[in-house]
């Protein structure tokens, strides 16, 4: 069991990996079933807490959203972000289906909810697939109560297999920790290979939790996490039109209500944080075609915000991307990047590093070995670091090559 220690303002906290078979934390079930949406293979997952629940959800900012996007978000404010279960089909994006999809996702979370004996709006859903098909609700009827049956608090691992379309590995990852003197579990899942370029989301990502903590600082916590990790990941540059990141919290391991800003809430943060950032470098790690993981990272920047939309302009350009799936130190591809952001800085005070090597000093080619900057490009871990001398906030961008499989992968995508 690996260990996390953070400090919590009441010593030192510490936040256990859970290794293995992953359970769901107390009070929480979750199924994965087939339902002919992918052909093989388990297409729908469902997830259901025992207990009325504090939800935090985040949405894509694409203009274009998916019917059940719009359903979540209407039943969240119907529901005053206290919801029962999410229901997830991949597959089939039910997006761009006009007035027909929305009634189709409503009436998806409708089946569920009564097979539940839930309020319709309690059930938040959730697709994943190809734009343009209106999802079969047939389907669905079939399968619902197929998932309602197989819910098991050991079901995660197939929820986390259900919600996967070009995904190459399931993505499940579980901390557990004392809160407040009572054991604290927090467990997520997400989906995510290509189309990835979130804002104010992943793909999906469903996070599920036992702490008591209320709605303001459950919010509070999720999206300070999704800033820092889903939001700083690419793989293409697009946002979907399903993105969708969502935390349910029961409050099932009974400790004392976590109300504000507190040690107690600064532990469930760390812990959270610890959940979000291995989903979301996960996302990166299966990136489409990918071969290397590539960290960018903006040091000595004016501010956190600037420096981050240099790193995401490094991270999306296809030149950077793929100078790094052949290995080539193509290192002004970099900076070109960086130039074009949107930001301005002097470029005579830049420094830029690949791993440990300097290639770039005071805005002028340094004086480096080529073969050794050759071989670190060669690594699954690069690290792109760039010094702007000009304040004292920095940011990172998670990212990944771009390489011939991404092109085969998304040229035969809907054949």
Known sequence: MALHTVKNGMGSGTWHEI???IPAPKGFRASGVSSGFKKHGEDLALIVSEREAHCAALFTTNQ????PILVSQASLKKSQNNIRAILVNAGCANACTGKKGLEVALASAKLAAKELRVGASQVLPASTGVIGKLLDLEKMKRAIPFAVQSLSPWGLANAAR?????DIIPKIYSVKSLVAGREVTIAGIAKGSGMINPSLATMLSFIVTDAAINQKMLEMAFNRCVEKTFNSI??????????????IANGGSGHRMISS???EY?????????VCDRLARSIVHDGEGATRFVEVTIKQARSYLEAKQIAKAIANSPLVKTAVYGSDVNWGRIICAAGHSGVAFDPDLVDLYINKQCVMKRGAAHNFNLQKVREEFKQPHIQVS????????????????LSHEYITINSTYTT
Not at 386 to 401: I, P, R
């Open 64 to 67: 274009v959203k998916a019917a």
């Open 162 to 166: 259900a919600i996967m379309t070009t």
């Open 266 to 274: 600064d532990h469930f943060s760390s812990g959270l944080m610890k």
């Open 386 to 401: 760039l010094f702007l001398h000009q304040g004292k906030q920095g940011a990172s961008v998670w990212t990944c090559d």
């Open 19 to 21: 290794q293995g078979e």
């Open 234 to 247: 690419t793989v293409d540059g697009d946002t979907s039109t399903n993105d969708m990141a969502a935390i």
């Open 261 to 263: 800003e507190s040690a």
